[in-house]
Nanobody, 119 residues
Framework: QVQLVESGGGLVQPGGSLRLSCAAS????????MGWYRQPPGKQREVVAH???????TYADSVKGRFTISQDISKNTVYLQMDSLKLEDTAVYYC?????????????WGQGTQVTVSS
């Protein structure tokens, strides 16, 4: 079992910055992929950014150039630096960790952290 604990959400004005953290209960070096997803009000969950075990990083088009995903393996933590925040970035942000098992991909999720961008 893997526990993921997010932190760092909050209320910020447009153009501001926040940094989200996701602390895992075990080493993150063995995960196939780690990333961040978000669910805006009334919408489906969507991918924001993820980093693979080979350190390949992928961003959603809507956040390219504004968000940066990174990881600190020594701390079992993944970060999401969010700059130039927009109103449409308001959402609950979820940390995700994926393992490849015999039966296929297995996903683990954090409890979510609220990010509200408002003037």
């Amino acid at each position: 079992q893997v526990q993921l604990v997010e932190s760092g959400g909050g209320l910020v004005q447009p153009g501001g910055s926040l940094r989200l953290s996701c602390a895992a209960s075990r080493s993150i070096s063995g995960f196939y992929e780690m990333g961040w997803y978000r669910q805006p009000p009334g919408k489906q969950r969507e991918v924001v950014a993820h980093i693979s075990s080979g350190s390949t990083i992928t961003y959603a088009d809507s956040v390219k150039g504004r968000f940066t995903i990174s990881q600190d393996i020594s701390k079992n933590t993944v970060y999401l630096q969010m700059d130039s925040l927009k109103l449409e970035d308001t959402a609950v942000y979820y940390c995700n960790a994926a393992l490849l098992e015999i039966g296929g991909r297995r996903d683990y999720w954090g409890q979510g952290t609220q990010v509200t961008v408002s003037s």
